[in-house]
């Protein structure tokens, strides 16, 4: 009788330690992010077939031609791929404004993507939204402009590299002396301000150039018209222009028509648009870099289906280099630019392993 009573005595005792133990263990970690900041996207299954894969894009235009050849890249390298890919952007009557982007990403959040793909309004104006995206387990991938807070991958141009091209080319065009005049584009955009600092740094190689407006023109073309008016009004004897983008080239141009000093001005821009190289050819422009734009809309597509499928992207922050196109190789631009598109696509998957 009391060695079944010693017996329970131990058994009792046992019970009592591990009971204590477990009482004594930490709580388990809550899984993501603690309280206050922004949870990490979810991991995508491993082995997802491509066309399984969906893929929400969201630019702040379509009017502008460096956001179609952007889509025309990433439409084309989707339908290479075989990926779901849908495209949208801002009202027209406001598509710059980063309020109007927020409402199209979380009507993408709703649709549950699994990765929402975005052309950024601001470099932290719509950060509250991709904060939103990531939490609910969507990947987020950025191009053109890198933003403040986490993403997956960001894929932008060298902007300021391209700029100091164009300063450089501008500086050698002018023989190294002469007057010049920048039209600046939208205030507070990360893109702009190094493209602008890029092409200070090269002309600032040509002592002989001075500087004599800078003026805001908005990245838009009528109002680089009336800027450029207003600078010729006041420097009549200008002998170059410079823009932040294509559209206030043009913009220029066309105030230079108006007075007769088409030709005499040596004009240059950014972004390789259609328009622009079209104005090179006919005589009108003299340069623009090429930023890219459909090579990028290749690879942001190409970098969110890896994302997607779980594997492993070469980089979360991938720069492209840009190119001058000039009236010395503008005709062979356009003799390869057909070409130049269906190889970057074939590169693209090769380089990434996508096929």
Known sequence: MKMKKSILLVMMALVMIVSMVGCASPAPQESGAAAGETAAAGEPKEGKAA?????????????????????????????????????TTNPETNEWAPEEQIKKIENLIAKQPDVIEIDPTS?????????????????????????????????????????????????????????????????????VQAREDGFKEGIAAYDGIEIVAEQVANLDRSEAVTVTENILQANPDIDGIWAANDEMALGAIEALKAQGLNGKVIVGGLDCTPDAVAAIEEGNMHFTANQVPYEMGVRAIAISTLIAQGKEIPSDDISLNMSLVTYENVDEYQDN??????????????????K
């Open 51 to 87: 066309s399984d894969v969906v893929i929400a894009q969201s630019m702040p235009t379509l009017n502008n031609p460096w956001y179609v050849l952007f889509a025309n890249g990433s439409k084309d390298m989707a339908e290479a791929l075989g990926v779901e890919l849908s495209q």
């Open 123 to 191: 470099s932290d104006g719509i950060n509250s939204a991709i904060d939103e995206a990531r939490k609910q387990g969507i990947s987020v991938v950025m191009s053109g402009t890198k933003v403040t807070t986490e993403v997956e991958c960001s894929i932008t141009a060298d902007n300021k590299q391209g700029g100091k091209l164009c300063g450089e080319f501008m500086g050698e065009a002018l023989e190294g002396k002469g007057k010049i005049a920048i039209l600046q584009g939208t205030p507070g955009r990360d893109v």
């Open 337 to 354: 630019q057909e070409a130049d598109q269906k190889a970057v696509i074939e590169q693209v998957i090769q380089e990434y392993g996508l």
